[in-house]
């Protein structure tokens, strides 16, 4: 993310139906093989068209949808509050082009995440709070009202999608916790397993500040918009997107949406988090999506992954009304 390669996420318009299109499986072979024979200068020269041909193949083996004791929640039902200005993203581009830095820099995490385990699972409510615990995660999922919500996602290297996902309002989790009132910002914490994740063992790359953690202020995780999420297009999420719970801040570029969540610290200091102390000056703790901001490359425009749309950034990511409030003081 810090060092922005070409942009291969301009996936041509002619690609333009916004439901994934499933191809079958020999046309996926057929492109498959295609892509191995004209291989590297491919993808070397055209890596766009390269990126758009494998996603339109559909391979579904990408989607790989954990089976869990809370499997039968989902889908759940939907609350109609939050439309979208635009067609939801096919499942398997947003499945395909995904972000997590503990497997592979790359946007193929999904070829990545095979050894991670989504069970058993639990989640630690710690720091300065009246009921510090630790949920199972099934426990938690039957706890709270599953829903299911259109949010659009836009990741400061200026790829967006718009997808459904399901789980529970912040708030909740924070109601479960009662705060003590020195609480002023809740830190979370992906798990740290290099066992599963290649991207946090000792020698991968840059000398990362693993395990990832994020953060929010008080007012900012109750807000209603912020939303834990444990699943996505009707069904528990997929490794790739963050399994078994992350965090969903709509409002705020792509890398404040946790994945893969372990652990809630309320604390009454602002915590580090894993961009800010890579890059301060690109990765605000704040970071809301704010076109007009200055940073080191142009947040103006954006481009949908799979449709290769491009619209102009709204301040806050166009949700504005829900979360202006908590900043003008
Ligand atoms: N633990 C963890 N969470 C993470 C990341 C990561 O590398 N590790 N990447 C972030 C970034 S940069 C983005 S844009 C979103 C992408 O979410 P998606 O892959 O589900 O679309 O996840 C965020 N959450
Ligand atoms: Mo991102």
Excluded at 65 to 88: F, M
Excluded at 310 to 320: A, E, S
Aim: hydrophobic share 40%; charged share 25%.
């Amino acid at each position: 993310m810090f060092i922005r390669k070409k942009k291969p996420w301009h996936i041509p318009e002619r690609e333009a139906a916004p439901e994934q299109v499933y191809l079958g499986r020999r046309r996926f072979l057929r492109d498959i093989c295609y892509l191995s024979l004209a291989g590297g200068a491919l993808l070397a020269v055209f890596p766009s068209d390269a990126f758009a041909l494998f996603e339109k193949s559909g391979n579904k083996d990408a989607i790989l949808v954990p089976r869990t004791p809370t499997s039968h929640l989902y889908p759940a039902p939907r609350n109609g509050s939050y439309a979208l200005d635009r067609p939801l993203t096919g499942e398997l581009v947003s499945g395909t082009y995904n972000n997590f830095y503990e497997f592979t820099s790359d946007k193929d995490v999904w070829k990545h995440v095979g050894r991670m385990e989504v069970r058993p699972w639990t989640i630690e409510i710690t720091g300065l709070v009246e009921k510090p615990r630790t949920y199972d995660i099934d426990q938690l999922a039957r706890m709270v009202r599953l829903e299911e919500r259109l949010y659009r996602l836009r990741c400061v290297e200026t790829w967006a999608i718009a997808v459904p996902w399901t789980g529970f309002p912040m708030r909740e989790l924070v109601g479960l916790a009662r705060p003590l009132s020195s609480a002023r910002y809740i830190r979370m914490t992906t798990f740290m397993n290099p066992a599963w994740a290649p991207g946090q063992r000792p020698g991968a790359g840059q000398p990362w500040p693993w395990p990832y953690t994020e953060g929010l202020a008080m007012e900012e995780a109750v807000n209603e918009l912020t939303f834990l999420a444990t699943g996505i297009y009707g069904h528990e999420l997929p490794r790739q997107h963050g399994a078994p719970i992350r965090l969903v801040v709509p409002w705020k570029y792509g890398f404040k949406s946790i994945k893969s969540i372990v652990r809630f610290e309320f604390t009454d200091r602002r915590p580090a988090t894993f961009w800010n102390s890579i890059a301060p000056e690109v990765y605000g703790f704040e970071s809301n999506i704010d076109p007009d901001a200055p940073h080191p490359w142009s947040q103006k425009m954006e481009t949908m992954l799979g449709t290769g749309e491009v619209r102009p950034t709204l301040l806050y990511n166009g949700y504005g009304e829900l979360v202006s409030g908590i900043y003008k003081k």
